[in-house]
């Protein structure tokens, strides 16, 4: 057999493997994040149940921005098309005032997509920010390994998202 032919062999199983592998990884993955605010949830509530609010505070696509819906609470949308960021939409999916929001993010047409809920917990001192997002990057041997790193990524993103959330809301 030929010197090329052997290593042409090699490389297929390597990436036969790759991807074998790569289909048996999950391509979901959950990350989750709090934080103490000073003040009430009243103070804080309203940076979460806006999705224009978000901008100062969390990461966000420069470009193509529209919104959608309500101003704020349940139906308060924004779409995008960004160069970084992709094709997608954020949805608040529900909303209770002063306890909780939940949203949805579809990415892609909905290839991607996030859901995550925000619980505000009063205790002394404060009020706590309970943060989780869960993402399923659908069947894709390729996604099931972006997967695996996604949770740690994705939950430094929202511990500094929070801490910037603080200094608006006057914790410093």
Known sequence: MKL???IFGGLSIVLLLFLLIGIALP???RAEQEALFPGTPADVFPFLNSLLAWEAW???PEAGLESFGPAE????GIRWDDPQYGRGEAQITGS???REVSYEVKIEDGRLTIQGRMTLLSEAGGVRIRWVEEGDFGWNPLMGYASNGMAGAQGEAMGASLERLRV???GG
């Open 4 to 6: 090329g032919a052997k």
């Open 27 to 29: 391509g979901t993955w």
């Open 58 to 60: 969390t990461p966000f």
């Open 73 to 76: 609470g349940i139906g308060a």
């Open 96 to 98: 209770s005032a002063g």
């Open 168 to 170: 608006l809301v006057g």
